[in-house]
Every structure is written in structure tokens, then in C-alpha cells.
């Protein structure tokens, strides 16, 4: 990593995303922070007060601060926020919507945390938890150890809210350094075990504040400049609501629509960091648009879309021809469904979407 990159820097985020007017701020008085910690909340009323607490325990040889946003909660998180900034004026800094903003309080939250001075952030969504007291203590220390490292984040506890047994979220065992390449895939980097180096890049891009997966996007901006390192320990809870929705026979409707948006925006998103970082990951990146759109076709043959199915088809086979991760023979069958009339369709034990 080069010097001229870890030197401090201004980060520019456009005014349109959030005017003077819809928020208010309570700064914390305390001394400059060596790590902050940015928490964005919206009504998490029943888990937010963990949220900040294991925050608050944790044990380190560094001043701490953290920064929270609450976009515009219905229920009570803004005034358990703001209770404990009262009561903690020194470590937390607490930024209040009027209403919601959708997103975009969440770039103010991270520029603050920019501009505090820090030398790290850290990342915990209001829902999750850190469980350990040393786990910013031994993320740092990675950090230090190696310049080359621009990311640092360990394991989790997934908890699921329909009751489900928690798990692991890594599973098996993984790569002890990653590069910005192996983030193509997807965001294998859960947000409550995120510590970075402040000030790697100089501004948002235009695009940021367009996707729901703005970690991710992040983690990408981050990776550009260094190396990400993986701690084998778990250290936080990364909670999921996933409402009862059960992975196993037909889709639910609802769920088909979601995943469908979900999957359409992510294509969006390849696009958009394959133009960001001039092509140099144009393969790896159409590899995986390819996978998408391969998922997408499957997605509107169940619901007969047949428009779609073949735009999607088509696209899966132009982005990558050889793609050994589609199944010729569902690739071949999805075509006969959809040259064939509907009643001589082969559906019959079809294994659906997982």
C-alpha cells in the first residue's frame, strides 16, 4: 500500500444526499478516536441496546468513539440512541433523522466516521452484536502488523429469528488472505466483523447510494487498495429475519418476486464496478453476470415468462459460453419449456430454485 494512500484525505460526498435540514446531530465531545465505530439503526427498538453494548465493553489500549444513525425509526430506537449518547456524551456520536431517508443518511453516517480522524473504522448494523471485548483490540493489531492489509473480519454466529438453530457463517475453512477478486462472487464479509482502514479512497462514486448492498460496494472501494485478512474467531452475532420463509418446495410468490429484483439489481451492480474499475476483472465479472442471468431464466420459467426466459438465456450464454457451472441438461430443458406448448411442458420433478 503506498503512503500517499494511507494519508489523510477529505471525503467528498454530494450534498443531494442529505440536506441540513432532515437531520440532527449530537457530537461527541470526547478525545480523537483511533477506531470508530459506524452503527447504522432503523427501528430496532428490541436490539439496538445490545447493539451498543458490545460496543461499549470493549476493552482496548485506544480510544474508541461511536457514531450511530437512525433514519427516521417509527418505534423507539431514536430515543434508546439518544439515552445512551446522554449518558455516554464522550463516545458517541448520534445522527437523528426527521424522517426517512432512505439510504442516504447512512453515506452521512460513514462520512462522519471519515472525517472523525480515526486511523480505523469499524462496522456493526443495530441489529447485530459484537461478543467478544477484544475483538477490536485484536482486529487492529492485525492491521498494524501489515500494510499491506486494507480489511480485517472473522467470523460470526448467524442467528435466525423463525427460531432456527444458529450457525457459523463461515463453515468451512477459507482463504487467511483475500483480494479484491475473490469479492467478485459475492459479499462474503459480514457487516458486524468489518474493521478498514480510514481514508483509502478520496470520494463515494455517483452510483453508490442506487443498491440495497452498500457494504459490499464498500467492501470493493476498500479492497482496491490492499489486501483483506480473515480471523478464524467468532466474535459477533449477525442476525437474519428471513419471516418464516422456508427454503425447502415451490418458491412463495413473494419470495420468487424479491429474488428476481434482488438478482436484477445485482447485475446492475456488475456492471456498473466492471465500468468503475476500467474492465481490469471483465472476466471474472461476466463469469458471474453469466450465473445470474442463468439463475434469472430459471426464475421466469417459473412464473411462464417466456420473454424473459430467453432474454436471460441469451445473456447467460453471451456473457459466458463455456460456463461449467450451469447445468447443460437444466440449460436444455429450460429451452424445451419454452419452445414447447404448456401443456407437454417437463416439469415434473424439477428441483426448485435454492
Not at 433514519?71 to 446522554?86: F, L, N, P, V
Not at 463516545?91 to 452521512?108: E, G, S, Y
Amino acid at each position: 500500500m503506498k503512503k500517499s494512500e494511507m494519508q489523510s484525505q477529505n471525503i467528498n460526498v454530494d450534498k443531494s444526499f442529505l440536506r441540513d435540514d432532515e437531520y440532527r446531530i449530537f457530537e461527541a465531545k470526547g478525545p480523537l478516536p483511533v477506531v470508530c465505530i459506524s452503527m447504522a439503526a432503523y427501528n430496532q427498538q428490541d436490539f439496538i441496546s445490545q447493539a451498543i453494548d458490545g460496543v461499549l465493553v470493549q476493552q482496548a489500549d485506544f480510544p474508541v468513539r461511536l457514531f450511530i444513525s437512525d433514519d427516521g425509526s417509527t418505534d423507539k430506537t431514536a430515543e434508546i440512541c439518544r439515552s445512551y449518547q446522554q449518558k455516554y456524551p464522550d463516545q458517541i456520536t448520534l445522527i437523528i433523522a426527521h424522517k426517512n431517508t432512505d439510504f442516504r443518511i447512512c453515506v452521512l453516517l460513514l462520512k462522519k466516521c471519515f472525517s472523525s480522524g480515526a486511523k480505523y473504522i469499524a462496522m456493526c448494523d443495530g441489529d447485530d452484536y459484537w461478543t467478544d471485548p477484544l475483538k477490536l483490540q485484536k482486529q487492529v493489531a492485525c492491521l498494524e502488523a501489515d500494510s499491506d492489509l486494507a480489511i480485517c473480519f472473522h467470523n460470526v454466529d448467524v442467528v435466525y429469528d423463525d427460531g432456527r438453530e444458529s450457525q457459523p457463517f463461515v463453515k468451512t475453512k477459507i482463504k487467511e488472505i483475500s483480494t479484491i477478486e475473490d469479492l467478485i462472487p459475492r459479499d462474503f464479509i459480514p457487516t458486524c466483523s468489518t474493521v478498514f482502514r480510514n481514508r483509502l479512497f478520496k470520494e463515494f462514486p455517483s452510483w453508490y447510494t442506487e443498491y440495497t448492498f452498500g457494504d459490499w460496494a464498500l467492501h470493493f472501494l476498500n479492497a482496491e487498495h490492499g489486501k483483506i485478512a480473515y480471523l478464524d474467531e467468532i466474535m459477533a452475532v449477525y442476525r437474519i429475519h428471513l419471516g418464516g420463509v422456508s427454503s425447502k418446495g415451490d418458491l412463495p410468490d413473494d419470495r420468487r418476486r424479491n429474488l428476481i429484483k434482488s438478482y436484477e439489481e445485482v447485475l446492475k451492480f456488475y456492471r456498473q464496478i466492471d465500468e468503475y474499475f476500467s474492465y481490469k476483472y471483465n472476466r471474472q465479472i461476466f463469469h458471474e453476470m453469466s450465473n445470474y442471468s442463468w439463475y434469472l431464466a430459471q426464475l421466469y420459467d417459473e412464473i411462464g415468462d417466456r420473454r424473459k426466459v430467453w432474454q436471460y438465456l441469451a445473456k447467460s450464454i453471451f456473457l459466458d459460453p463455456w460456463n461449467s457451472e450451469i447445468s447443460r441438461r437444466h440449460f436444455a430443458r429450460t429451452v424445451l419449456n419454452n419452445c414447447v406448448p404448456a401443456g407437454f411442458r417437463l416439469g415434473a420433478g424439477r428441483k426448485p430454485l435454492q
